[in-house]
């Protein structure tokens, strides 16, 4: 099971990366790519009941599991910003009808400049989330 989600994960940052050298603007800052559902991220991750983020340096990927906010029929989308080593995720709902169920969602984060050494969330009606991406 954790080899499938290792694989899982791998796919997904391969597809991402695919499509970013696809012909994106690399002075156009940071791309969000929400996957619904976290059985993507890392195990530890997982397992956490709290809003977590991590730096995966091979990949050059910010990965960040939230909390459990959004409905399975209409994952939110995000938005990234940098400032420095700071990269700022803004987090919406779609304004879709959606079920009333609330779920974890992973969010992957790249093409940012440098290391990242923090993570700011903000989220629609919810307290702004501050991680830090230091090893």
Request: net charge negative; charged share 20%.
């Amino acid at each position: 099971m954790r080899t499938r989600r290792a694989i899982g994960l791998v796919g997904v940052l391969a597809a991402l990366t695919l499509s970013a050298c696809g012909g994106d603007d690399p002075g156009s800052g940071p791309s969000v790519t929400v996957v619904n559902g976290i059985e993507l991220a890392p195990l530890s991750m997982q397992r956490d009941d709290v809003p977590n983020a991590r730096y995966l340096a091979d990949s050059q990927v910010i990965v960040f599991v939230s909390t459990p906010l959004y409905s399975g029929s209409c994952p939110p989308r995000g938005r990234a910003e940098q400032s420095g080593s700071t990269v700022t995720v803004t987090v919406s709902e779609t304004g879709d009808v959606c079920t009333a169920d609330a779920n974890r969602d992973l969010f992957l984060v790249q093409g940012f400049g440098g290391i990242p050494k923090r993570l700011i969330v903000k989220q629609d009606g919810q307290d702004e989330i501050d991680l830090s991406l230091a090893g």
